[in-house]
């Protein structure tokens, strides 16, 4: 039998974690923050989309006959759905992200554990897949009971959810891990978020829009991530061939994840 | 203790230039102000001209008009408030809790009433540059006339008075950041009902009434009448609605900035 012992003085450096402890270990940290903080986020989540659905796919729609054969609510709930994932993703990898580097300093404080640049991206990443999972599921759960939903499918849509929002969240968060200043924020939502919500597919086709406002409707995930999930809810075709779509959002996240690495390097580098 | 009723207006002018060169000393400083014009334009050409191509033309109290011609004077309302609301809530937050910057001006011979007043006044400029551009981009798609625009622009500084006062007013008793959320959402729930997608009187009777309770209803009411030309005495109780919120609002958040800073 033999007995392990550690030389005196050489500790945590020499041992450390395996990467998959070490990012559980950030996301133990993020879910104890937002154990903290869910009350700052529990009306928007829930009761939003439930306004929402009210005023604009009742309310609006009763004005409105159909598209593509199906009610104008039941047109937009995998809409909202997908926005609202995609909202979620950016909002929290805006103010939060900053913050942790400019004013909590809670990345530098991270650096000073045995947890890679790479653990802290992960770790945050999986905190945001948590957060919209479990948003995509209630707003389902609540959309059931609209009775728009019209096909088995609609499972995979809380998945579809996620990979848009990690291919947002990953190069959103990059972003703001290189900036100082949050009024660059006011002009990320104005000039990418607020159109992408309101021209990427969720309200009415892309086909209506011009030429060019349709080719950047097409550059956003966010169109992507309506089409597949109005696709799995409704039943029907998407634009293009599934694989595309999906392929599209998977580029997407890899380039922001490999960004964010530098990104985040460059800023803890000093 | 000073009586609040002896204000300085070189008081509060000063409290609002302090904004002014706030906002030039930030980076980019053109942009972000530029930017707060694209907001209410881009739900505009989305939910107006968008889903108005689905929606067609609307029937309201006996007149037919575009969906778009219906949609666009609410988004203007919504834009009068949205622009005095973010000065008003999170900026005066930051300010009020975090930066100290009353603490530090209440040092100088400023009053409680006339950083309110100041604050209040920059929230609401601020906003109506955002309406000024918006009206005429109305204009230019000829869904109001200049005339009825011009009478109209008074109608969101007020509306922007109102909200402002009100939203400086209810940030003095936010306790932290995650109290906003509530903030947002009464925000967005007015958004999403005060007449603005939808005429209310479409909701059952005891909504319609629950609705004409708040003040979103009465800007977007005040707005539409104004700019489709449409005048009626509501008009007139509407008007009061909003200066009895922008009184109510201006003197509470006086008493509270006094209590909390002064004590």
Not at chain 1, 104 to 120: E, K, N, Q
Not at chain 1, 162 to 179: D, E, H, K, Q, R
Not at chain 2, 56 to 66: F, P, Y
Not at chain 2, 205 to 218: A, D, Q, S
């Amino acid at each position: 039998m033999t007995t392990i012992t550690r030389a005196p003085g050489r500790t945590a450096a020499a041992t450390a974690p395996p990467a998959s402890v070490r990012i559980m270990a950030a996301l133990e940290r993020y879910l104890t923050v937002y154990k903290r903080n869910w009350h700052g986020s529990i009306f928007s989540a829930f009761i939003l989309p439930v306004l929402f659905m009210i005023s604009i796919g009742i309310g609006v729609g009763g004005y409105i006959g159909t598209i593509d054969g199906w009610d104008y609510l039941s047109y937009i709930v995998p809409g909202v759905l997908a926005s609202g994932a995609f909202q979620t993703a950016i909002g929290e990898s805006t103010f939060p992200v900053m913050g942790d580097f400019k004013w909590t300093r809670g990345m530098h404080a991270m650096r000073a554990t045995p947890l890679r640049i790479f653990d802290m991206i992960a770790g945050w990443q999986l905190y945001i897949q948590i957060r919209v999972f479990c948003g995509a599921v209630v707003f389902l759960i609540i959309s059931a009971l609209f009775g728009a939903i019209h096909s088995p499918w609609v499972v995979v849509t809380p998945l579809i959810c996620a990979l848009l929002a990690l291919s947002t969240a990953a190069p959103v968060s990059a972003f703001s891990a290189g900036l100082d200043n949050d009024s660059y924020f006011s002009l990320l939502f104005r000039f990418v978020v607020i159109p992408s919500t309101l021209f990427a597919g969720v309200f009415f086709p892309v086909s209506q829009l011009q030429p060019f406002f349709r080719l950047l409707a097409y550059a956003s995930p966010l169109w992507h991530g309506v089409v597949l999930c109005r696709a799995a809810m409704l039943g029907g075709p998407t634009p293009w061939p599934i694989w595309i779509h999906v392929t599209y959002l998977v580029a997407f996240s890899a380039l922001g994840l490999w960004w964010a690495d530098r990104a985040y390097s460059k800023r803890l580098k000093d | 203790m000073v009586s609040a009723l002896a204000l300085s207006p070189a008081r509060v002018g000063s409290v609002i230039n302090r904004n002014v060169g706030a906002l030039r000393s930030g980076p980019s400083y053109w942009w972000v102000l530029l930017s707060g014009f694209f907001e209410p334009l881009l739900y505009l050409f989305s939910i107006g001209v968008g889903v108005g191509a689905l929606v067609g033309n609307l029937h309201v109290s006996g007149q037919t008009m575009s969906y778009a011609a219906f949609v666009a004077p609410a988004m203007l309302a919504v834009s009068a408030m949205s622009g005095a609301l973010a000065e008003a809530t999170f900026n005066f937050f930051f300010k009020f809790k975090y930066v100290k910057t009353y603490d530090a001006m209440l040092a100088t011979p400023i009053r409680p009433m006339e950083i309110a007043m100041g604050e209040l006044a920059w929230a609401m400029l601020r906003g109506s540059f955002y309406t000024a551009c918006f009206l005429a981009v109305m204009v230019a798609m000829k869904l109001t006339t200049f005339w009825w625009a011009l009478a109209a622009f008074p109608a969101t500084m007020l509306v922007g008075l109102a909200f402002g006062a009100v939203g400086m007013a209810i940030t003095t008793l936010i306790r932290g950041w995650q109290d906003f959320d509530l903030v947002f959402t009464g925000q967005f729930a007015m958004f999403l009902f005060s007449g603005t997608f939808s005429p209310v009187q479409n909701y059952p009777t005891g909504v319609e009434i629950l609705i004409g309770l708040t003040p979103l209803y009465h800007a977007v009411q005040l707005i539409r009448g104004l700019s489709t030309g449409q005048l009626s005495w509501g008009l007139l109780g509407n008007t009061f609605y909003l200066i009895l919120m922008t009184a109510a609002g201006l003197l509470f958040a006086n008493r509270r900035l006094t209590k909390v800073l002064t004590a």
